[in-house]
């Protein structure tokens, strides 16, 4: 099969296409036929050296795939069958032509629905969902402040928080970006690069602040995170984009609020260990994946911003790099 692979850590020019050995499922595994990847930060780390897999996972990228089923492995119980359109958020291996997956971390593909769609749902909704309800536990009325708005993240939290009748307010770098999180719902939103947020969301929340902060920036944020997170607050912390140093006195300010501070990866848990893991895609897939579906309301939608051929998997990288993206980068295999 082809996959997508590099032999040493640097830019987007070391990835290349190679063909390599097909995997096998193992026991309760489901091989999958791969129609589309997405692409994420945590790849662009992967490239870089600087985010190895957990071990045991494959060392191809790709952290989500869509297609369909395509053989069964020893002592999987019946839920899958050949020919199935499934998707699922994986430790590795997704940007290849197949994949094996646990059969417990598969969720189907909803009705009327591509597979380029699909591609975009795993990781940006399944880390967006255990932020806020299974971290978050967001509550309806509250207010969210969702930093990267237009991420794939960032668009599948502002449409959960809908979802769950909280209030999301968004950060992003341009006005087109902002215009899109509008769009998907979300009740304000401020240009980081030109205005203070936390200054603007005090202005927005009449001095109260937010409730549940998605941090995916980190130290540099830090000081306006706490300047608008409210009393009893919750600032969850899932990457480290500006880099994870803080200078300032940030426990004797957090402490007169009651906040508190969670941090969360999905990636870096042992799946196979964890029950909290399958409870995550069980809960998801009950929860919220009927409204992916058509004539549901409200009716969500993945956000796919543009669609890349395998062979043109190093510039996908370069366009993440340089945040041209408003939603999900989508990988389409060789059909």
């Known amino acids: 099969?082809?996959?997508?692979?590099?032999?040493?850590?640097?830019?987007?020019?070391?990835?290349?296409?190679?063909?390599?050995?097909?995997?096998?499922?193992?026991?309760?595994?489901?091989?999958?036929?791969?129609?589309?990847?997405?692409?994420?930060?945590?790849?662009l780390l992967q490239r870089k050296g600087r985010y190895p897999p957990p071990k045991g996972a494959s060392d191809i990228l790709g952290l989500e795939a869509a297609g369909s089923v395509a053989g069964l492995g020893p002592g999987c119980k019946g839920r899958w069958k050949t020919g199935d359109a499934v998707m699922a958020l994986l430790s590795g291996g997704g940007q290849a032509e197949y994949v094996?997956?646990?059969?417990?971390?598969?969720?189907?593909?909803?009705?009327?629905m591509t597979f380029i769609q699909a591609a975009a749902i795993p990781e940006a909704w399944l880390t967006a969902f255990q932020l806020l309800h299974f971290v978050g536990k967001i509550q309806k009325g509250e207010r969210v402040l969702i930093h990267a708005g237009a991420s794939g993240?960032?668009?599948?939290?502002i449409q959960l928080s809908r979802l769950a009748k909280a209030?999301?307010?968004?950060?992003?770098?341009?006005?087109?970006?902002?215009?899109?999180?509008?769009?998907a719902g979300a009740a304000a939103g401020f240009n980081y690069k030109n205005e203070d947020f936390s200054e603007k969301v005090l202005e927005f929340t009449q001095g109260s602040g937010v409730d549940i902060i998605l941090d995916c920036v980190g130290g540099s944020y830090w000081e306006k995170n706490l300047n608008c997170l409210g009393t009893d607050g919750r600032w969850i912390?899932?990457?480290?984009?500006?880099?994870?140093?803080?200078?300032?006195?940030?426990?004797?300010?957090?402490?007169?609020?009651?906040?508190?501070?969670?941090?969360s990866l999905l990636r870096s848990r042992d799946k196979e260990a964890s029950n909290s893991y399958h409870q995550l895609v069980k809960a998801f897939t009950e929860d919220v994946l009927p409204y992916f579906s058509?004539?549901?309301?409200?009716?969500?939608?993945?956000?796919?911003?543009?669609?890349?051929?395998?062979?043109?998997?190093?510039?996908?990288?370069?366009?993440?790099?340089?945040?041209?993206?408003?939603?999900?980068?989508?990988?389409?295999?060789?059909?």
């Open 153 to 157: 993240v960032g668009m599948a939290a």
């Open 237 to 263: 912390v899932y990457g480290l984009l500006s880099g994870g140093e803080v200078h300032g006195d940030l426990l004797a300010r957090l402490l007169p609020k009651r906040a508190s501070i969670h941090t």
């Open 1 to 43: 099969m082809l996959a997508v692979y590099f032999d040493c850590p640097g830019g987007p020019e070391n990835l290349y296409v190679k063909e390599v050995m097909k995997p096998h499922p193992g026991e309760g595994e489901v091989l999958v036929k791969v129609s589309a990847s997405a692409l994420n930060r945590a790849d």
């Open 294 to 335: 058509e004539g549901t309301s409200p009716r969500l939608q993945s956000a796919v911003d543009s669609i890349y051929p395998l062979h043109e998997i190093a510039e996908a990288h370069r366009s993440m790099e340089e945040n041209r993206n408003i939603g999900k980068i989508v990988i389409e295999m060789p059909a």
């Open 100 to 112: 094996t997956v646990p059969e417990g971390h598969l969720m189907p593909v909803p009705s009327g």
């Open 167 to 183: 209030i999301p307010i968004v950060t992003a770098g341009t006005q087109e970006k902002l215009k899109a999180t509008a769009n």
